[in-house]
């Protein structure tokens, strides 16, 4: 891992680049088991190789001393830090932040890997207009058992994956996506980390956290933009068990439920905003598409992704109204600063 650890314990790159230079950049990566050392071992090799390395790679122990005890064994030419904050892949995420020295601070999934040397690259070459606050790649499913027919692209987003529905081009969206993303690292000081009460805790299966960060981050900074690139790609697993309908059901049940509860910190207008549009666009079309391919191309699976779709709407809505209905959370518990630390905990 030569090459992603050109900073001392003593540099912070803040405001040292020069004009039309390229922000250093810290790529933070958040683990909580030893079950994923085999893609850990992947994704730390491929991150030097990239035409525009990181300055340094942060892994965020999400599972206490031992866990990072390991990594520091494993991996040592990553900087390991232990997450001594709330459990949870936005408390790890905030622990990341917290360590990172360069301007640009991006994130990717401990079970993912760039699709190409040119990852970093195109994740961060927006970053010479300054109202680009952050961007995000796309991220392609890598499924580790066949993937079953009956699974529409309209709901790639239940395994992580960008759905159809995305601008193919790329440009500005309301929020870019844990897995796949880049951040300036002075926005985290003005506006805070992320929220840890909208994240996903170990296996559970879903997390808004990114969401609600970028919501409130476009609220201070009006004039401030998201980008999506899609030629900054990952290809992320999909296990075995992500392949089910029965993970398809719970996953639309509960998101639904965690942006309902994001919609109460930032306002249901600009938090729901990109949903609506979605059920109102994109899964019509799926519909439609699923149809068609049963009838006109003799695809049987095309009524499977056509029911899919309606089911996987049907459930959602069955989570959104379950969840309106529930009282709020009490206010607070949500530490959202980031508490720069000294380098090595």
Same mark, same amino acid.
């Given at each position: 891992m030569g090459g992603a650890g050109e900073l001392t314990e003593?540099?912070? =790159?803040? /405001? *040292? &680049?020069?004009? /039309?230079?390229?922000? !250093?950049?810290?790529?933070?990566?958040? !683990?909580?088991? *030893?079950?994923?050392? +085999?893609?850990?071992? $992947?994704?730390? +090799?491929?991150?030097?190789?990239?035409?525009?390395?990181?300055?340094? @790679?942060? =892994?965020?122990? +999400?599972?206490?001393?031992?866990?990072?005890?390991?990594? $520091? &064994? $494993?991996?040592?030419?990553?900087?390991?830090? @232990?997450?001594?904050?709330?459990?949870?892949?936005? %408390?790890?995420a905030n622990r990341g932040v917290s360590a990172a020295r360069g301007e640009v601070v991006a994130f990717i999934d401990d079970d993912a890997a760039p699709a190409d040397e040119r990852w970093l690259e195109w994740l961060t070459h927006g970053y010479s207009e300054p109202h680009v606050l952050g961007t995000g790649g796309r991220v392609e499913p890598r499924w580790r058992t066949a993937r079953p027919g009956w699974f529409p692209d309209e709901f790639l987003w239940v395994v992580g994956a960008t759905h159809r529905g995305m601008a193919a081009g790329g440009g500005a969206v309301r929020n870019v996506w844990m897995g796949n993303m880049s951040v300036r690292r002075t926005l985290f000081d003005e506006v805070g980390g992320f929220r840890t009460s909208l994240s996903r805790v170990g296996t559970k299966p879903f997390g808004v956290q990114e969401t609600e960060f970028c919501v409130r981050a476009a609220h201070r900074r009006p004039g401030g933009v998201f980008l999506y690139e899609p030629r900054a790609r990952v290809v992320h697993d999909v296990p075995a068990a992500r392949a089910t309908f029965a993970y398809f059901r719970s996953h639309c049940f509960d998101e639904a439920v965690a942006k309902v509860e994001m919609a109460r910190?930032?306002? !249901?207008?600009? %938090?729901? #905003?990109?949903? $609506?549009?979605?059920?109102?666009?994109?899964?019509?079309?799926? @519909?439609?598409?699923?149809? #068609? +391919?049963?009838?006109?191309? &003799?695809?049987? #699976? %095309?009524?499977g992704r056509a029911g899919a779709i309606v089911a996987g709407a049907a459930v959602a809505a069955c989570g959104y109204t379950r969840a309106r209905l529930r009282p709020a959370a009490r206010p607070g518990g949500d530490d959202l600063a980031i508490d720069v630390r000294p380098i090595g905990g």
């Open positions: 003593t540099d912070s =790159l803040h /405001g *040292e &680049r020069e004009t /039309g230079a390229q922000p !250093a950049v810290s790529v933070v990566v958040c !683990a909580y088991t *030893e079950a994923r050392l +085999d893609s850990l071992h $992947r994704l730390l +090799d491929a991150l030097p190789q990239q035409t525009r390395p990181p300055a340094e @790679v942060i =892994l965020v122990a +999400d599972g206490g001393d031992r866990l990072a005890a390991t990594f $520091r &064994r $494993r991996f040592p030419d990553a900087l390991v830090v @232990v997450n001594d904050g709330p459990h949870g892949h936005a %408390g790890a910190h930032v306002g !249901a207008r600009s %938090g729901l #905003a990109a949903e $609506r549009a979605y059920l109102a666009r994109v899964l019509p079309g799926g @519909v439609v598409r699923g149809l #068609a +391919d049963a009838a006109l191309r &003799r695809d049987p #699976a %095309g009524l």
